[in-house]
């Protein structure tokens, strides 16, 4: 019989689905890793019970953290993505021609040999030669940068653990340091619906807003992500994602995406009134 799995997103809510086979689990340093086979999302990737990702769309989430960044910066030649050890970002880092290296700083390389063998459609992105896979933590990877990168994307799992520092101003700070200075930084900023991560959600924001001159928060429709409703924030030295060039929006189409395309591009910054307060 098959068994049920509950992603708890508050103790008092989550999103329950079927399990028809349980094909891996283990604990690294970090974290339990598991993945598990379902009926409805097809393989799926949970991290101490949190789904990551699931086969049936995870291409909402890593186009949505990858595309509007690298259609905004007219020349993104070198990339850091933090965290994302699963290469689903990496893959769409490197659908852009005019990158020429993409460094992924992953706290956790069993999670990148898990992604080797359950999702090898989105390992197979590190086999390019322009992809460099290092495996330390991405905030001391940061402190001693500057000047390096022409788009930064962070990856990451929920604000606890390692993970929790990748929300805070002194990481921002070497994040801002190590961008050139047109460079653009592109966050995962968490669900704007759960409550308890509104005060994290609002103080990224205000922490953005003093580093960046540009601060663009967006969202996407994301089915089995906390409340379906998932939010990131762009920042921007230079770039406005807003005032693309008719040529680069048409660019899009040549990306051969499943949910982003020129229209979303544009509507996803326009935000629901209550995310609107939240930032305020
Ligand atoms: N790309 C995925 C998706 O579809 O939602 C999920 C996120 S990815 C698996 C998040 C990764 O961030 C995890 O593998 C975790 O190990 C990594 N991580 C957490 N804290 C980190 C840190 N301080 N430095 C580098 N990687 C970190």
Known sequence: MNSWHTDYHS???????EISESQYRESSPYQTIEIVQTPEFGKVMLLDGVLMLTEKDEFVYHEMLCHPSLLTHPQPEKVLIIGGGDCGT?????QHPAVR?????????????????????LYEASQDPRAELRFE??????????????????????????AEGLFRM?????????????????????????????????????DLSS?????KPYTAAIQTYQAGLWL???????????LLEPERLEAISRLDCRYYNSGIHTAAFFLPEFVRQILR
């Open 211 to 215: 580093l960046f001159p540009i601060v």
């Open 170 to 206: 002194s990481f921002l700070a070497d994040c801002h340091k190590a961008l050139k200075a047109d460079g653009i930084l592109c966050l995962q900023s968490e669900s704007p619906w759960i409550d308890a991560l509104q005060p994290i959600i609002r103080q990224v924001h205000l």
């Open 137 to 162: 933590d991405g905030i001391a990877y940061l402190k001693d940068k500057a000047s390096e990168f022409d788009v930064i994307l962070v990856d990451s799992t929920d604000p606890v653990g390692p």
């Open 232 to 242: 990131f924030q762009m920042a921007s030295k230079q770039f406005s994602p807003l």
């Open 11 to 17: 103790p008092n809510r989550g999103l329950s689905f």
């Open 90 to 94: 990496l893959k769409r880092v490197l």
């Open 101 to 121: 290296k993409a460094v992924q700083v992953e706290i956790d390389e069993m999670v990148s040999r898990v992604a080797k063998t359950f999702f090898p459609q």
